[in-house]
């Protein structure tokens, strides 16, 4: 326990490959590939690719799990994908993808292994077929797109499964494999089903694989004994592997402590050595202190004696001038004690004239006092009644000009609206008869609702009734000549009717000349 606790958590994943060990930031591999964060979750910080890799897809590909630049060429894509699917790397899948898509690659084999394994069929039987079933278990996800996989045996078949289980396998392409098989041979895919992934299927897949009639009927002993004995063989093979991983670390774990131990222990001997040589100064200063402090004591002691010694003496000294002094002041008390009762005496003699002086002078002063205050509060309430009086008289002559300029401002306003009648009246009187006439009186309000001088229509009414009123009164003093406006009517339309005949231009021609015969004379 003692030692799971004090070691820390390692910034390393170790990455076997090749017979090498490669190592990998932990964070940084953890967040591009699921199953090394799988490895890390379960605190083991170590992997292994158990088949050859490249040197250049290596590269390409440790360069991506570190989130470094990396390059996808034609020699290397598609095993830099099955690197990709094998740790489960989505980013690098899809971008090898789509490199492959855009170039239109297709896997290079120097050896056409499916075609190898076709033709020996048609050859005598007791032929070697490991070779060509180990060459289409290295590249099964390209040869699951072949149409020509369905041609090899059903064992064959398996057995190239269970190679390539070794190596990702793209359930997708398989479960698509399979289901073509069933349609077409389905004795070839019954085997099949024992490695496919049944969470993948869809319901009508599922129905489709158990409604077939081989599924139920052929025997699948052999198959399932040799799923078995590969389940077996991986699982003893896994076991191997983590015990070699177990070794491994444990190894690294006896190095780590032996070079973390030796490293300790010479730093806690030099620390120790400081420490030492720390607290044999610390020491020395010390001493050098307590030798200083037992000089100062020494010394001190000295001064304690010698300012005892001085203040015995001084003490003495003192008691003797004590006494000498309280002797004096005892005979200074009596003198003054004598002193204080003639003084009193003599006070108690000369003090009764005063003291009455002092009270006539006192009541004068009041008398007088009292009289001068009266005389100033009869002074202040005259003003007071003053200024109250002249406040009154100055209030009631502003209420007069107050209600004077009411007046004046009322005769403006009548002043106003008479002008205002008198305008609109003599403005209407040539076309009176052509206008309507009912609204004459708003004209006196603007566009902005505000009316012309302060005035309302109802004041320039009442004006306008007065100036009716005035007028029809200098009518019946001042009546007009009725012949002679008769004569004015007749010649008008004299005139009118001229102009429409054409006679009113003879007329200003004899005109003319009666005004020129006129003239001369």
């Known amino acids: 326990m003692g030692r799971n606790s004090n070691r820390q958590l390692p910034e390393d994943f170790s990455l076997w490959c090749n017979e090498k060990n490669h190592k990998f930031k932990a964070d940084t591999f953890a967040k591009v590939s699921k199953k090394c964060a799988a490895l890390v979750k379960a605190m083991d910080y170590q992997g292994t690719i158990n088949h050859p890799v490249s040197e250049e897809t290596f590269t390409a590909f440790a360069n991506a799990c570190q989130l470094r630049p990396f390059k996808v060429t034609l020699t ?7 690197l990709a699917e094998e740790w489960g790397i989505p980013s690098l899948e899809t971008f090898v993808n789509n490199y492959i898509k ?32 180990a060459g289409i278990a290295r590249t099964f996800n390209e040869y699951l797109r072949d149409e020509r996989l369905s041609q090899v045996h059903p064992e064959h078949l398996f057995k190239i499964l269970m190679q390539a ?29 024992l490695r496919i992934d049944f969470d993948r299927l869809t319901n009508e897949q599922v129905e ?52 973390h131990r030796a490293v300790a222990l010479a730093k806690v001997h030099d620390e120790f050595e400081a420490e030492v040589a720390k607290l044999n100064e610390v020491i020395e200063k010390q001493q050098n202190i307590i030798d200083d402090l037992t000089e100062i004591r020494n010394n001190q002691r000295d001064e304690f004696d010698q300012i005892q010694n001085n203040f015995i003496d001084t003490t003495k000294k003192f008691e003797r001038e004590i006494e000498r002094i309280t002797e004096i002041t005892d005979r200074r008390m009596a003198n ?59 209030r009631a ?52 609702n505000e009316n ?59 005109q003319s000349n009666e005004q020129q015969q006129i003239n001369p004379q």
């Open 165 to 193: 289980e070794h190596r990702k396998i793209n359930q997708n392409l398989l479960i698509d494999f399979v289901m073509k098989l069933f349609e077409k041979e389905p004795e070839k895919a019954v085997p099949l089903c």
């Open 397 to 448: 002559a502003l209420n007069r000009i107050t209600n004077e300029i009411s007046h004046i401002h009322e005769q403006i306003n009548e002043t106003r609206a008479t002008m205002a009648a008198k305008i609109i009246s003599d403005q209407l009187r040539p076309d009176g008869f052509l206008r309507n006439i009912e609204r004459r009186f708003l004209s006196i309000v603007k566009n902005d």
């Open 452 to 510: 012309l001088w302060d005035l309302d229509c109802e004041k320039v009414k009442n004006a306008d009734a007065l100036l009716k009123k005035l007028e029809s009164s200098v009518s019946q003093s001042c009546p007009i000549k009725v012949h002679l406006a008769l004569k004015q009517s007749t010649d008008a339309i004299q005139r009118l009717a001229d102009l429409f005949t054409g006679n009113s231009q003879n007329k200003t021609v004899m």
């Open 76 to 82: 290397n894509a598609f095993e830099l994908l099955e």
């Open 208 to 259: 489709s694989i158990f409604q077939t009639r081989e599924i139920h009927e052929q025997a699948m002993g052999y198959f399932i004994a040799e799923a078995m004995s590969l389940v077996r063989d991986k699982q003893q093979e896994d076991l191997a592997k983590t015990e070699q991983n177990y070794i491994k670390e444990i190894q690294e774990i006896r190095e780590y402590i032996v070079k």
């Open 336 to 394: 003054d004690e004598e002193r204080r009762a003639k003084i009193r005496a003599i006070i108690d003699e000369n003090i009764q004239p005063v003291t009455e002086m002092l009270e006539d002078r006192l009541a004068e002063i009041s008398g007088n006092d009292k009289h001068r205050r009266n005389l100033m509060e009869k002074g202040a309430r005259e003003r007071r009644d003053m200024f109250l009086q002249f406040h009154d008289d100055q």
């Open 102 to 133: 855009q170039k239109g690659l297709r896997v290079i084999d120097e050896n056409d292994y499916l075609g190898s394994l076709i033709t020996k069929y048609s050859l005598p039987e007791g032929q070697d077929y490991s070779q060509e079933i």
